[in-house]
């Protein structure tokens, strides 16, 4: 049985007035439910002893490299440092304005499982590309390039967030079977090489996931949590997607 993730990406969002007005609030939902923030790097140290809650640290970028002259890049390895455990990898902000292709975030990927933080490995088309009729396409382009780099086996010790470009931040979620059947698109890929992996390996949505939609995603077969942009700012609302994570499996 697979454990749910549900994962905040806090973009460039915090500051300590902030995290401390959210710890205050939070009331961590389900023991049953890993639960990750992702603030800006800067703040991990802050968030991390602010919480009492049995909650996980990550970050929301890392560089290919272990150190040296990347002037504004940190490591994995710094990361991992500073007490994360997971690191999203090719968000699709990431690809759109820093430019990150397939190869860059393969090579993340790798940077990752070589500092010991578990990738959350994003993937998901655009609205022209679901249009096109070619959103596998893209999506299995995009987890191939991972999969042709380091191979199927870290899968079981990874995350992919199946995250519609056209859904992130907009308001407009994709259907519960929309997302359904792209998480299972994507788990037969994985199974295709290894059906051990394939079982283990989390599959998590991502594009304005929200408490009202939550429960109708993640009671769904292949979707095992949810990565959480805008709505996992507000504690009251991120701690209700985390229960409906945990009465989703
Ligand atoms: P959103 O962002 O929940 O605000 O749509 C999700 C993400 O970008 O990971």
């Not at 272990?66 to 968000?91: N, P, Q, R, W």
């Not at 769904?220 to 949810?226: C, N, T």
Request: aromatic share 6%.
């Amino acid at each position: 049985m697979r454990r749910a993730l549900v994962a905040a990406n806090w973009k460039m969002n915090a500051s300590v007035a902030a995290i401390d007005a959210f710890v205050r609030a939070w009331q961590q939902p389900s023991s049953d439910v890993d639960v990750v923030f992702c603030p800006p790097l800067g703040y991990l140290d802050r968030l991390g002893s602010a919480f009492a809650g049995d909650v996980h640290l990550g970050v929301q970028d890392v560089g290919v490299e272990a150190k040296g002259a990347f002037t504004g890049e940190h490591s994995a390895e710094m990361a991992a440092d500073l007490g994360a455990a997971y690191c999203i990898v090719g968000h699709s902000e990431r690809r759109a304005m820093h430019g990150e292709d397939d190869a860059v975030v393969a090579g993340k990927f790798r940077a990752a499982l070589r500092a010991g933080l578990m990738p959350v490995l994003c993937v998901g088309e655009t609205l022209a590309e679901r249009r096109a009729g070619d959103a596998k396409e893209t999506v299995l382009r995009q987890l191939d390039a991972v999969l042709n780099d380091s191979g199927a086996a870290p899968f079981a010790d990874a995350a992919v967030a199946y995250e519609p470009v056209w859904a992130i931040g907009t308001g407009v979620t994709a259907s519960p079977e929309q997302a359904a059947e792209m998480h299972a698109t994507i788990r037969q890929r994985l199974a295709a090489e290894d059906a051990d992996v394939a079982t283990a390996v989390r599959i998590v949505y991502g594009g304005s996931v929200k408490a009202a939609n939550a429960l109708a995603l993640f009671a769904q077969v292949d979707i095992d949590g949810g990565l959480v942009g805008g709505a996992s700012l507000d504690p009251h609302e991120f701690a209700a997607i985390c229960a409906a994570a945990g009465a989703g499996q």
